[in-house]
């Protein structure tokens, strides 16, 4: 492989450094050539080898302030940051308008959380150095520390301004339009970004991510399909133009997006889940299966794959096989409302109802509030004949849905059959007030409440 020149001088630094180490010989490098190795080594998290190149830098350029400067980084790195700054204040007592004091400065204070005086260097630092995009990208991670995203996006914009190319600097601009629910502001300066650096990969992606936040599905595809043609081996495009080509429900292309992320890197669960998911779309249910078998062979630890074959057999009206799997989804993630749900609904269908009540209540106890988790709920509890505990449930139900006709009719039928009539008719004129027309919905559910004289003679005052 082609080194450049610069490339070429540090790795033979490096060597000479390490063999110099390994003889025990005193070899001569210039300051810079030893900031370079120290760096290296931190970078690398080989602090030992660090400190030894300092210590040998220093005992030949005692002077150095690069190298001394590097020995505040060295310390601010292991949390001394006392002695960090009283080295500063000597070096900026010779060199007052070296912007990397400024910059040490505020890595100080920012340890010390003090991101405010933190900033105040920066913006000082602005004054003297050439590097005016590094100096942004920090102030901009110094906003972040503060939550203040306006201001960290602002400076993140400079420091693309002054260097399109900072990789990190794109990503955190677009975090932080986002984090601000600025998304089509952000798909805005992609744009502008793009006119730029056409051939940035990195933002056709983020604008197709945007898009797709958007559902604006479309862009999203072309978005994506430019990151492919600048990047072809970018996995991430193509899994996520598959995603997008599924929304807009041309399950070919999206099969297609998929198999491509697994011919460039290994098989994930992930794309074989959505390569069976989309089968199943198609209608080919032998495709399907064989995909979702391969999602949990490949990580048997993911649930959603256990869930995906689940489903299929629900549909397929395989309750016995569809109760096995939900089991194997349960056993790696039982706080999962939707699971609970499945598996009472199994349960119901195979008429184990102690166990479908029990899925029902652990699914609304994890959070699933939604209507008619309450009502298939409270069917099995009428079932059951624990018409109190439904009248209780119902009750808890109305504290979400107050207004909801279903819920009145059937507590009035509930009361009915316990021969609490007041509350009842209490009930019963709520439903009738909120919907009449579905008043036969007691006759549906409590025929032999439908059939007293008391409820057909109160029926029949609220006829139009």
């Not at 630092?125 to 995009?133: C, E, K, R």
């Not at 209608?283 to 074959?309: C, S």
């Amino acid at each position: 492989m082609y080194l450049d020149h610069e490339e070429e001088n540090h790795n033979l630094s490096l060597n000479r450094f390490e063999s110099m180490l390994k003889t025990n010989k005193v070899f001569f490098f210039d300051s810079e050539e030893f900031e370079e190795i120290i760096l290296y080594y931190l970078d690398m998290g080989k602090t030992n080898l660090a400190k030894k190149a300092l210590k040998l830098g220093l005992d030949q350029h005692p002077k150095s302030t690069g190298l001394k400067l590097v020995q505040v980084e060295m310390l601010v790195y292991e949390d001394k940051l006392d002695a960090a700054e009283k080295l500063l204040n000597e070096l900026y007592a010779i060199e007052p308008h070296n912007e990397e004091i400024f910059i040490q400065r505020a890595s100080i204070y920012s340890k010390r959380d003090n991101h405010e005086k933190a900033v105040a260097c920066l913006q000082e630092a602005l004054n003297y150095t050439d590097d005016f995009a590094d100096v942004y990208n920090l102030m901009g991670m110094e906003y972040l520390f503060m939550d203040n995203l306006e201001a960290a996006k602002e400076s993140f914009i400079k420091c693309l301004e002054e260097d399109f190319l900072d990789q990190s600097a794109l990503y955190n601009v677009v975090y932080c339009f986002e984090f601000l629910d600025q998304n089509k502001a952000a798909v805005d300066y992609l744009k502008t970004y793009i006119e730029r650096n056409p051939y940035s990969e990195i933002a056709w992606h983020q604008s197709g991510r945007l898009y797709y936040g958007l559902k604006d599905y479309e862009n999203a595809v072309r978005a994506f399909e430019f990151a492919t043609y600048i990047d072809d081996t970018f996995v991430g495009a193509f899994m996520e133009k598959g995603k997008a080509l599924e929304r807009l429900k041309r399950y070919e292309e999206a099969i297609a997006c998929y198999n491509q992320t697994i011919a460039l890197d290994d098989p994930t669960s992930y794309a074989l889940l959505r390569i069976g998911k989309c089968y199943e779309k198609l209608g080919n249910r032998a495709e399907a299966m064989k995909y979702f078998n391969q999602t949990v062979h490949e990580d048997p630890l993911l649930d959603k794959g256990w869930i995906a074959i689940t489903d299929f057999y629900i549909r397929e009206k395989n309750f016995q096989k569809a109760l096995f799997h939900v089991n194997k989804a349960l056993a790696i993630d039982d706080q999962n409302p939707g699971y609970w749900k499945r598996y009472a609904t199994i349960n119901e269908a195979m008429n184990f109802f102690e166990e479908a009540e029990y899925g029902y209540r652990k699914a609304v106890e994890l959070g699933d509030f939604e209507l008619d988790t309450w009502l298939f709920w409270v069917g099995i509890l009428q079932y059951l004949g624990e018409y109190e505990h439904a009248v209780h449930t119902l009750l808890q139900a109305s504290e979400y849905y107050p207004e909801e006709q279903e819920i009145e009719y059937r507590l009035a039928g509930l009361y009915f059959i316990q021969n609490l009539s007041e509350k009842g008719l209490f009930h019963l004129a709520n439903g009738l007030r909120l919907n009449y027309q579905n008043h036969t919905l007691i006759a549906t559910l409590f025929p032999s409440i439908w059939e007293q004289t008391e409820v057909q003679n109160y029926i029949s005052k609220f006829e139009k």
